[in-house]
């Protein structure tokens, strides 16, 4: 499957950002999704996973009860609903997916999106 994130871009503190994850060459609805970021001099970290089969979610603690994962069948796209946002937000974003796996170890993915800058700055 090939993904395309976009959405990204300067957001202030306190604001609110939506990303997208387009997919093509399979359906999503097949596919379990992660969104996953690398903040500069940093290792790459799980923020969000939905999975196939029985659609359940799975959040980081930083951003559980701020960020929303979901799953447009339709539009065969994902999204990250980022809401209350820090600076510690600052990343590149990048989606995922696979069709074997149900997690949300980024190691556990076979697919990738190119990642979206999200700067959270005031």
């Known amino acids: 499957v090939q993904l395309q994130a976009s959405g990204g871009g300067l957001v202030h503190p306190g604001g609110s950002l939506r990303l997208s994850c387009a997919a093509s060459g399979s359906t999503l609805d097949a596919l379990t999704v992660g969104w996953f970021r690398q903040a500069p001099g940093k290792g790459r970290e799980e923020v969000a996973c939905?999975?196939?089969?029985?659609?359940?979610?799975h959040y980081s603690d930083s951003v559980k009860g701020r960020f929303t994962i979901s799953r447009d069948n339709a539009k065969n796209t994902s999204y990250l609903e980022m809401n209350s946002v820090k600076s510690e937000d600052t990343a590149i974003y990048y989606c995922?997916?696979?069709?074997?796996?149900?997690?949300?170890?980024?190691?556990?993915?076979?697919?990738w999106g190119q990642g979206t800058q999200v700067t959270v700055s005031s």
């Open positions: 939905l999975s196939i089969g029985d659609d359940s979610t």
């Open positions: 995922a997916a696979d069709d074997q796996y149900w997690g949300c170890d980024p190691d556990l993915y076979d697919d």
